[in-house]
């Protein structure tokens, strides 16, 4: 139930980000919006604590910034994934969408955690 609901959320928010930054984020359609979710559920689940281990003597140096570096790739191999209805037009956009949405995710989820 939590992946289903992180996925929608994932996917309002792709929609949301594009239509307010749409020179930053290109997403064709709501499908292709779920899809992109899905594919980062799918990747920060299987792929994601890997490189968090991989990348754990750098992490600690930088007393855990470097996860947004690890959430911005996550979001940019998303984009491979998905190909050309969902689109970044760079890294460092991806990394700022990465820190934008994990902002509104926290927000969202201590709102539902509330009630």
Known sequence: MRF??????????????SGFF???????????????????????????????ILSLPINFLTLGLFGIVINGLMLELTSRIVGAGFQFSSFWTAMFIAILMS????????YFDKS
């Open 22 to 52: 749409p020179s930053s984020l290109y997403v064709s359609s709501v499908e292709i919006a779920v899809i992109a979710a899905l594919v980062l559920g799918v990747l920060n689940w299987l792929v994601k604590p890997i490189i968090i």
């Open 4 to 17: 289903l609901s992180t996925v929608l959320i994932d996917a309002l928010l792709f929609m949301a980000i």
């Open 103 to 110: 902002v509104v995710s926290v927000i969202i989820a201590s």
